[in-house]
């Protein structure tokens, strides 16, 4: 690209040569120029080879030769080529400028003379412009710092000879026409075609480019128009931000594409080797006809690194397509047209520190989707944004495990015609899912959408305000989750989306701790105005167990959570130790519609086939119950506050099994404070029931039969004391006259005497009339007897001693 404008102005370099030798040294910068278009005349030399290294090859001279007055100071001839008058000392005779070269010259502070003898100028001779400087003239090569640089080193020679592009074998550092290096190239398509089908030049290889603004003229670099197979089979570097005068690369002056695309490979005829671009910037104009930035196929692996496309008016960022593993670190695809980057890869993805975005104010050119991610192994993301795009922030489709860490998928959102368009993030793999610090909020349909054959870990991790605000359309979620083991979610929040606070479904454990799912309101209206009430906090359905703690799901519109379990379901408010928690307390409070004719609003719903253990929870002033509980096991009520809700505190269906009742607070509820349905009631401990609407336990036993386990003996002084109707005791007796068991209360036996409380066969059945006017036997059926007395109905149980007794058969 700058051979000309590096040969313009070495010609320049002559012409000071021819005035000043006399009176200073020329001073050449290493570190090159802006290009000019307009090459000076050339001599050609018949003896010049084809590519072009020989000294007899064209040498460029200079035009016309200005004549400048000399005032006795060295004059700089700066890199910069722009036409400005030449200014001289103010003691010189004003002379014309110099037209045909167009290049300032600016006076500079003396630079100290390196007197070199001929023999150190011998090591960069081949470049052929040297052999037209005079004799006793001294050249000096400053670097891109001003600093003086040696003639013999490489560098040197570089600066005087070197352009871009240029092909090393390897990993070669660019040294031109040596080491294996091709020369260097004006541009792409030169370089190609020198390549092609060049057997000098064959497998791995890196292509250099001169950072900078590229000048190589074309709108696409395609790989795919030259016969490159002695290439092709082999890994392929591309890299950028290439100093040609110190030789380094700095990747932070990367080299500028600007409305170039590249391609390598096709669906068809995938490059052989691996791919890798570093240092690369793509810039497109937004109103022009540009595809897709950067198309890469191979059957190897891709390696992004330090590369940018922006504005790619008709495609995507890149189209990335492996037979092995794509990595991309420190790349930028934002504001495109279809996507940021589209990547399919036979193996693995890694990306980090990268952005797939729409920054900038919303009348910008919005991509639809920010990354879309297919990928037969694992997928991993670190330090990913993709905000702000049309319809998708990032879909992923593994089929290994996917981990996202301190990443954002947040603000998509668009509206066609009618229909709302917008999520965060979408994940599906057969393995795990695993989020550490990831945000997607704001997006119109959800924020994360999560389906894991495996398990489902999050951590730290945000998804509120999904929300579209529309008055006829819901589809608002924070996030959803499904997964074929284990959910375990840890200090995340999933608050004010419309529709849903979090959803999952899940075959083994769900563990959620220190989160919140809260503030989820969402109210649609048809046509004549009616209202639809939406917005719950979280919903578990399982078949493991279900561990709450910490849990805030409060505030909701219809209720704060309902969690279905095929185990057990355990919700505590356990603060661990040197843990910083979000959430004083597991708390399920104020979930209304704020409707006096839509009351709906409740706070916990449990279903569960094994027990269910409520440990200091709060389950205040919802607008219909506090809490429902349906369990197949027992009921354990430990410290619960249900206060202020608007039918039951906490209400109870059990499966013939004991809810456990121990301290707490059932106050100010508008029916009970505690109902029970199919299950005893063991109360332990200063349960606070008052101001209840209707009472404050209700216990209805049902059909449920329940033995006595340790019954207390009742003291002797006292022998009646009054009890809830409700209350039952059991017990059972083996059929003989002597075997006896304690009902919990005085009976009468056969000699008209009290006994302390034990009956036996006998005895029982010779009593058949009321026991001091307040007992009495009730009808016997089968092995059942049943008494009815001031401490409430109590059943008896005979059981046979042998196979061929019958019950309620013995001697009297």
């Known amino acids: 690209m700058l051979d000309k404008s590096r040969a313009f102005l070495l010609s320049l370099t002559i012409v000071a040569v021819l005035v000043f030798s006399a009176f200073g040294p020329t001073i050449v910068y290493a570190d090159g120029g802006t290009a000019t278009d307009t090459p000076p005349p050339t001599e050609t030399s018949s003896t010049c080879t084809s590519d072009g290294t020989s000294s007899e090859c064209p040498t460029e001279a200079v035009a016309t030769e200005a004549p400048v007055e000399a005032t006795g100071e060295a004059t700089e001839v700066p890199v910069e080529a722009t036409s400005v008058p030449t200014e001289v000392a103010a003691e010189a005779t004003p002379e014309p400028a110099v037209e045909a070269t167009e290049v300032p010259v600016e006076e500079a502070a003396p630079v100290a003379e390196e007197a070199a003898p001929p023999a150190e100028v011998a090591p960069v001779a081949e470049a052929p412009i040297l052999n037209e400087v005079p004799e006793n003239t001294t050249v000096t090569v400053l670097d891109a710092q001003g600093q003086a640089q040696p003639l013999a080193t490489q560098a040197s020679a570089d600066a005087l000879a070197t352009s871009d592009p240029i092909w090393c074998p390897g990993t070669q550092a660019p040294t031109p026409d040596l080491n294996g290096c091709t020369k260097s190239f004006s541009s792409f398509t030169e370089l190609l075609t020198f390549l ?76 052989g080797g691996s791919l890798s671009l570093s240092n690369l910037a793509l810039n497109f104009n937004p109103n022009g006809s540009s595809g897709t930035g950067i198309t890469l196929y191979t059957q190897n692996d891709i390696n992004i690194s330090n590369v940018s496309v922006i504005n790619s008016a008709n495609g995507a960022g890149a189209e990335l397509n492996a037979g092995g593993d794509v990595n991309m670190n420190n790349s930028t695809f934002d504001r495109n047209k279809t996507a940021g980057a589209i990547i399919r890869s036979a193996g693995n993805v890694s990306i980090a520190n990268s952005n797939f975005s729409n920054p900038g104010p919303l009348t910008g050119r919005w991509q639809v989707t920010g990354l879309d991610i297919v990928a037969d192994g694992s997928v991993s993301l670190l330090n990913v944004l993709a905000n702000f795009n049309r319809e998708v922030g990032a879909n992923i489709n593994a089929g290994g495990r996917v981990a996202i860490s301190n990443s954002v998928f947040s603000g998509t959102k668009i509206i066609k015609g009618s229909e709302f368009l917008g999520y965060g993030l979408t ?47 819901i589809d608002d979620t924070g996030l959803l989750i499904t997964s074929g083991r284990n959910v375990t979610i840890n200090s995340s929040q999933a608050n004010d989306n419309r529709l849903i606070g979090a959803t999952i479904n899940a075959t083994g454990d769900v563990s959620i701790n220190d989160s919140t799912f809260t503030g989820n309101n969402g109210v649609t209206l048809d046509g004549t105005g009616t209202p639809t009430f939406h917005g719950y906090g979280l919903q578990v359905i399982t078949l493991g167990n279900i561990f709450l703690n910490l849990v805030d799901a409060s505030n909701n519109t219809l209720f704060g959570a309902h969690l279905d379990a095929g185990g057990d379901v355990t919700i505590s408010s356990n603060v661990f130790p040197g843990t910083i928690t979000h959430v004083p307390a597991s708390t399920f409070s104020n979930n209304t519609t704020g409707s006096a004719t839509d009351q709906l609003g409740r706070g916990l719903e449990i279903i569960s086939d094994g027990n269910v253990f409520l440990d200091n929870v709060t389950i205040n002033g919802n607008q219909t119950f506090g809490a429902n509980i349906q369990a197949g096991g027992d009921v354990f009520l430990d410290m619960v506050t249900a206060t202020n809700n608007g039918t039951n505190g906490v209400e109870v269906e059990a499966s013939c099994t004991t809810v456990f009742l121990i301290n707490g607070n059932y106050s100010t ?79 009468k036996s056969s000699g008209n005497t009290w006994s302390s409380g034990n009956v036996t066969l006998n005895s029982f059945l010779g009593n058949t009339r009321t026991f001091s006017g307040s007992t009495h036997i009730g009808i016997f059926t089968g092995q059942y ?28």
């Not at 950028?240 to 690369?249: L, S």
């Not at 989020?435 to 994360?448: I, P, Q, R």
């Not at 349960?687 to 449920?704: K, L, R, V, W």
């Not at 340790?710 to 003291?715: I, R």
């Open 669 to 747: 509820n508008g029916q009970y404070g505690l109902s029970i349905l199919n299950a005893a009631l063991n109360q332990s401990g200063a349960p606070i029931f008052g101001t209840n609407g209707t009472g404050d336990i209700f216990h209805d036993p049902g059909t449920c039969i329940f033995p006595v386990a340790n019954p207390p003996t009742p003291p002797v002084t006292n022998p009646i004391s009054p009890v809830a109707p409700s209350q039952q005791v059991s017990g059972v007796v083996n059929n003989s006259a002597s075997s006896s068991v304690s009902l919990g209360m005085p009976v």
């Open 196 to 271: 092609s089908g060049n057997a000098t030049y064959a497998g791995a290889g890196t292509i250099y480019v001169q950072q900078g603004a590229y000048q190589g003229g074309e709108s696409t670099v395609d790989f795919n128009n030259y016969n490159l197979t002695n290439l092709s089979g082999a890994d392929l570097t591309i890299t950028g931000g290439w100093n040609t005068g110190t030789g380094a690369i700095d990747p932070a002056n990367a080299s500028t594409f600007n409305n170039v695309a590249i391609v390598i490979g096709s669906s068809a005829n995938p490059w």
């Open 427 to 473: 994940v599906v793999t057969p393995d795990t899912i695993d989020l550490e610090s990831v945000t997607a909020n704001d997006n119109f349909l959800w924020g994360a959408s999560l389906n894991a054959g495996l398990d489902v870990n999050i951590n730290n991790s945000i998804f509120n305000g999904n929300t579209t605000e529309s008055p006829g359309f």
């Open 785 to 812: 007897a049943y008494i009815y007395s001031s401490f409430g109905m109590q059943v008896i149980a005979f059981s046979q001693t042998w196979p061929s007794e019958i019950a309620m058969v013995g001697p009297h």
